[in-house]
Structures are given as structure tokens and as C-alpha cells.
């Protein structure tokens, strides 16, 4: 691969984390699945729990149409206090795989503004994705987002 296709990749990867992010952080989250293929995996997940091999993430979503449930929860049946997330995303690692998809890493930190304006790092952490290219552009086969912080400080029910 050369340099340039390498820099192209790399820059079309930037922007699906970039919109990613962006849809989460300007409450735009009805656009959240359609960042991933149908048959897809999004977990949230202690940086414990994957290194000791345990399946236990905070939340699982197996399809697209599992996320697209998620979101109508969010909007019209859960009730919680509605976050200001604001990403910072850095680090990102790539590789082509064998199939032409491409595997992934990147730290996230996840900035949280209360409705009284107080700010705090609500999570940090690396995605681990997976991602395909589409008719549509590269969507994300799985995202894992392995998070650092020890505890889940509020109820976790926003995307990361």
C-alpha cells in the first residue's frame, strides 16, 4: 500500500469516528445505527472484564436493530438525566485485514456537562472497531468501547 493510500484510509477512518462522536455529542443519536452494518456488535465494556476474558459488558447490542431500539428507549421511555457529552478522541491505530476490512484502535475520553453546568470526565477508554466498506461508505461491523474509568458513575445510557 503506499503512502497516499495509506493517508486516504486513514483520513476516511478519521471522519466515520469523527461524524460518530459528533451525532452522540450534538444529540443527534436517531443517526447512531446508521454508522453500522445491520449485523453488527457494539459493546461497552470494563478494560477488567476484557482482560480477564469475561463476558460481561455493561451494555450488548447484537444488530442494528438492536440499536435502533435503543434509541427509541432513550427518547421515549426511559427516564434519565439527559447528558452534554463532548468526545476527545486520539491514537488511532489501523490495519487492513485479509477480508478488506479494516481493524481498529483509538483512546476516547468522554466529558460529561450536568444540567448546573458542572464538567467531569465521565469515561475514558479505547474502541476497538471493526469496520467495512459499504455501498454507503465504511460503516462499523463492531465497536467495543473498553472503558478505563472504575465505575460507571450515573446511569450509563447514552451511546459512547
Same mark, same amino acid.
Given at each position: ?63 442494528? &436493530?438492536?440499536? $435502533?431500539?435503543?434509541?427509541?428507549? =432513550? /427518547? ?6 439527559? %447528558? ?56 462499523? &461491523?463492531?465497536? $467495543?468501547?473498553?472503558?478505563?474509568? =472504575? /465505575? ?6 447514552? %451511546?459512547?
Amino acid at each position: 500500500m503506499s503512502v497516499a493510500e495509506d493517508l486516504m484510509i486513514r483520513l476516511e477512518l478519521m471522519a466515520l469516528q469523527d461524524r460518530y462522536v459528533a451525532a452522540i455529542d450534538n444529540d443527534r443519536i436517531e443517526e447512531w445505527p446508521g454508522f453500522f452494518v445491520e449485523d453488527c456488535l457494539y459493546e461497552i465494556v470494563s478494560r477488567e472484564n476484557e482482560e480477564a476474558g469475561l463476558p460481561a459488558p455493561v451494555i450488548h447490542c447484537d444488530s442494528a &436493530r438492536m440499536l $435502533r431500539d435503543r434509541v427509541l428507549a =432513550l /427518547r421515549h421511555a426511559n427516564i434519565y438525566e439527559k %447528558p452534554a457529552y463532548r468526545h476527545m478522541v486520539s491514537g488511532m491505530e489501523w490495519r487492513q485485514e485479509a477480508d478488506g476490512s479494516y481493524s481498529g484502535s483509538s483512546s476516547y475520553v468522554v466529558v460529561n456537562t450536568s444540567v448546573e453546568g458542572e464538567s467531569s470526565i465521565y469515561q475514558a477508554g479505547r474502541y476497538l472497531d471493526q469496520v467495512v466498506r459499504t455501498e454507503g461508505g465504511l460503516r462499523f &461491523r463492531q465497536k $467495543r468501547c473498553i472503558y478505563d474509568t =472504575l /465505575r460507571v458513575q450515573t446511569l450509563l445510557a447514552f %451511546p459512547i
